[in-house]
């Protein structure tokens, strides 16, 4: 992949499905980061694109393999973390807490909650913006005068190519 030759393209589609080719939500997270001042180092960048690479949650040691192979340069546990913190903070990376794993944030240049659609069988996730639950969400939170933080919505289920192929 090669983010520094392509064009990040803000989407302004409401109803996108997060159809987008990670070379250039990854060159979008490079802009957003540059226009913010933030840092996006080699490592932290390297992780956000083996997080669109997966297509499904991806734990911190999946991510340590798979960027032994990509770099011969051996990242520790608490490097991992640290980058994985930095991209949550720049709304780059969400945590799927049901799985402990990551997942990289689809539309980074705009404020949205995450609601998250993960297959139990394969492990595809899905994310999607719905103004309807985020609009819920705020009314509960409301009620219940809570302050909400991290508006990330899991669903587990399964996948429309998993029932297709005949898994549960
Ligand atoms: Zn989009
Ligand atoms: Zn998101
Ligand atoms: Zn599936």
């Not at 957003?32 to 390297?46: D, I």
């Not at 909650?113 to 985020?134: H, K, M, Q, T, Y």
Request: proline share 7%.
């Amino acid at each position: 992949m090669t983010p520094l030759s392509i064009q990040p393209r803000p989407c302004t589609d409401s109803n996108c499905r997060g159809q987008h080719a990670p070379a250039e939500r990854v060159a979008l997270a490079m802009s957003l980061c540059g226009a913010r001042g933030a840092q996006l180092t080699t490592l932290r960048r390297q992780i956000l694109e083996l997080l669109w690479e997966s297509g499904r949650p991806t734990g911190a040691y999946e991510l340590i393999e798979a960027l032994k192979l990509r770099d011969s340069r051996p990242v520790g546990p608490p490097t991992v973390y640290r980058a994985l913190e930095f991209l949550m903070s720049q709304g780059l990376v969400s945590k799927i807490e049901s799985r402990n794993a990551y997942v990289p944030c689809t539309h980074p240049e705009r404020r949205h909650d995450c609601l998250f659609f993960i297959c139990s069988n394969c492990g595809a996730s899905v994310e999607l913006e719905d103004p309807r639950v985020a609009q819920l969400l705020v009314e509960d939170a409301a009620v219940l005068g809570f302050r909400v933080t991290r508006p990330v919505v899991e669903v587990e289920g399964t996948c429309a190519s998993c029932i297709a192929a005949g898994a549960a």
